[in-house]
Structures are given as C-alpha cells and as structure tokens.
C-alpha cells in the first residue's frame, strides 16, 4: 500500500509541532539569561550565528506546518498571523493553533494531491 499525502504530512506536523512545544516547555523551566548576557535566551541565535532566533524559527515552523498542509489539501493559505510573540510562553498558543488546524483534515482532502501542481510565489520573509 502506497504511503497517502496525509500520512506523509499532517501527522508528521503534528509531531513537530508537538515536540517544538516541549522543547519551549523546558526552555519555560530554566525561565533566566544565561550568566554572561543581559539577553533572555528565547531572544539569542542558536548556533551557527547567522541562524534566526528561536521565536522567529517557531513562528517560521509554525507557518510552513499551516501552510503546506492547506496547499495539499486545495484550500485557501490560512492569513498569516501578527508574529507579535515575544516570549515562549506566548508562543505556546500559537503552537497549540497551529496544531489544532491539523485536527480538522481528512486523509480523503490530501490524498492525492502528490499528483497536482502546486505553484509557490516566494516572496520577502514574514
């Protein structure tokens, strides 16, 4: 049996999102700067320096995950959200939304799709 978009997609989404909530979890729990630096570590760059910071790669994440699945699916892309985040516990909800976008998909409304052109218009970063 042939692996289905939606299995190849929304659950693979939902993983992520899962995980990325965990992680910010335990970021929540260390709650201080790092000793050296007046910055709180949400706001630092992760290794390699030239990488976004963490908030920015969580909304990134978030929007390719709402993105790519209504795409798939023939459906209009979501509006983009304010990116007005500037904690993690303030990107919590923003996950849990993007998680539960997810919930309402059938594998009937991707299935398929692999065979269907999907044209993308990249433009300037959000």
């Known amino acids: 049996m042939a692996l289905g978009m939606y299995a190849a997609s929304v659950p693979v989404f939902q ?4 995980a990325l909530s965990k992680v910010l979890e335990k970021g929540l729990g260390l709650g ?3 000793r050296r630096s007046t910055r709180p570590s949400w706001a630092a760059r992760v290794s390699p320096p030239d990488m976004l910071p963490l908030i920015r ?9 709402e993105e790519s699945t209504a795409r798939l699916a023939g459906l209009e ?4 959200h304010d990116n007005a985040e500037k904690t993690l516990a303030e ?6 939304a993007s998680a539960g976008l997810h919930q309402g998909f059938k ?4 299935d398929g799709s692999e065979e269907r052109e999907i044209v993308l218009t990249i433009g300037a970063i959000r």
Not at 57 to 65: K, N, S
Not at 77 to 80: E, I, L, R, Y
Not at 107 to 110: F, H, I
């Open 57 to 65: 790669q969580v909304h990134l994440a978030c929007r390719f995950a």
């Open 15 to 18: 993983r992520q999102l899962g």
């Open 32 to 34: 201080r700067p790092p």
């Open 107 to 110: 594998p009937e409304q991707l």
């Open 77 to 80: 892309v979501p509006k983009a």
């Open 91 to 96: 990107l919590q909800p923003r996950i849990a």
